[in-house]
């Protein structure tokens, strides 16, 4: 297994690389889908609340692999999409869905009375929410959000089903010319798992930040 992972230094290092800004562009805007749909999700607007109730439903109801596979073949046939772009879209709009029912929760989670003593106090309900709830839901946010953003990490392996070389696709690769799938698959998860423990500890130091604001505040 040694010698697997010395003769692939050249691919896989690479390919964690391209795995790790495969997830940050998808976490990215997904988080910014998440927060549009978190916020149709609380409107009083039946349209706007049916629109992001259905996107839920949808995504939610459905595999990775098929989401991937619609917009990839599906889409991507009217429009043309990189494999990479294609990857990171349909892991954004995938997360969109679990990251705004988390941003949902933790608006909600605010009581509503910051809402009315700011509104008292002249604010618009759009610049009540920017400075007062959303700081606080974000802070409430930030572990559930630390959570969706390692699953985020390991789905996105799946975009090697449809040709992308990123790491799992790499160890499929590596695998088939070797013929010593198990340890390749191994070694593969060793990366993983580097990946994993790097966004553990960043999102503990960003967790730990965020409780000494709220201390001095």
Known sequence: MLDIFINTLDVFPSAALLTLQLTLTSLLIGSMIGLIIAFFRISSNKLLN????????????TPLIVQIAILYFGIASVVTFSQFWAGALALAIHNGAYIAEIFRGAIQSIDRGQMEAARSLGMSYRLAMRRIILPQAFKFSIPPLGNQFIIGLKDSSLVAYVGMAELWGSGLSEAASNYRQLESYIVVGFYYLALVMLFSFLLKKLEKRMSLDSKIV
């Open 50 to 61: 049916y629109i992001a109730t259905v996107y839920i439903g949808l995504i939610r109801g």
